[in-house]
């Protein structure tokens, strides 16, 4: 492995798999100034876990400072949300930034010029956990799902996000193209990985039966903010065959195409065509299960 690099590999750092793979996915990308980042990161990281890397902050940034500057901040809508509540969401967020910010500059020995991004909280949309926005350096976290993927949410997309926001600052500094700093590839990959991340990119929410199980382990308060926080479904347009009891759900779309030709989607276990039912539904959370009740 030394001898094919593109560089030499210092011999005090040590090639565990980890270490491999990294710098595998570096030298990918053919490009010498990238890959000595990542040899770089790669033994900083190898010295904070021996406890001898100089811990290194920006001096203008405390935690303190940040949790007054977001959590007082007004989330629009956020209606029924007890703010003490949403502050706490927002303050652990807001620490694992810090965390990873900070981390950031250790390993990757950056100044105060990587600026800690802005970061926004929203709770409106269906599809995204977070994202980065070049153009503002910011963070954009969805706090819906902040809430009900709990802490794995943080741990894997805090991470994720920064790996961007590094990618961006490399491509400012001119160190990468704009190809290599955009999107998922193999620079990404090792960014986020060094951050502490899987490397994955893309998550699976929580599926409806896991979801279940969060909101039954939920104070009633924490169950009533994630209903009011919860993205707002459009409604299912309900359809019968000619199996008993059995309802089939379709969308806007799909409930369109069937008006216009009834003859379109049928039932793949009784093989009859699809009856609207004049009802439509909008998906809800699933119901809390009430403990006691339960116990019956
Ligand atoms: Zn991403
Ligand atoms: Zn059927």
């Not at 492995?1 to 270490?19: G, N, W, Y």
């Not at 996000?161 to 590094?166: P, Q, R, S, T």
């Not at 000619?242 to 309802?247: G, R, S």
């Not at 039912?277 to 809800?284: A, F």
Request: with cysteine; glycine share 4%; hydrophobic share 35%.
């Amino acid at each position: 492995m030394r001898s094919k690099t593109l560089l030499s590999i210092p011999d005090k750092l040590s090639l565990t798999p980890e270490v491999e793979q990294r710098l595998k996915l570096a030298q990918s990308l053919g490009n010498k100034k990238f890959l000595q980042f990542v040899i770089n990161a790669c033994l900083n990281l190898q010295l904070k876990e021996q406890k001898l890397l100089k811990s290194k902050k920006n001096p203008e940034l405390s935690l303190r400072k940040l949790l007054s500057t977001y959590t007082t901040q007004k989330i629009a809508n956020a209606g029924q949300v007890s703010p003490s509540l949403l502050s706490l969401w927002m303050q652990k967020t807001i620490k694992e930034c810090l965390k990873i910010y900070n981390l950031c500059l250790e390993i990757f020995n950056f100044d105060s010029k990587f600026a800690f991004p802005q970061i926004e909280f929203h709770y409106h949309t269906s599809r995204g956990l977070a994202w980065y926005h070049h153009g503002k350096h910011a963070i954009s976290f969805n706090l819906f799902t902040i809430i009900s993927e709990k802490d794995t949410f943080l741990t894997e997309v805090v991470p994720h996000e920064f790996a961007h926001a590094v990618l961006c600052f490399l491509y400012q500094k001119k160190l990468i193209s704009n190809k290599i700093a955009s999107g998922h590839g193999n620079a990404f990959k090792v960014v986020a990985m060094l951050l502490g991340s899987s490397g994955k990119t893309t998550y699976c929410t929580l599926q409806h039966q896991e979801l279940e199980q969060v909101l039954n382990g939920v104070s009633e308060e924490e169950y009533q903010a994630l209903v009011s926080l919860a993205p707002k479904k459009r409604p299912e347009y309900l359809y019968t065959c000619n199996c008993p009891q059995k309802v089939h759900r379709l969308k806007i779309v799909r409930h369109k195409r069937q008006q216009q030709n009834p003859h379109y989607y049928h039932c793949t276990k009784c093989k009859g065509w699809l009856n609207f039912t004049g009802q439509t539904q909008v998906p809800q959370l699933p119901p809390r299960i009430n403990k006691e009740q339960h116990e019956e």
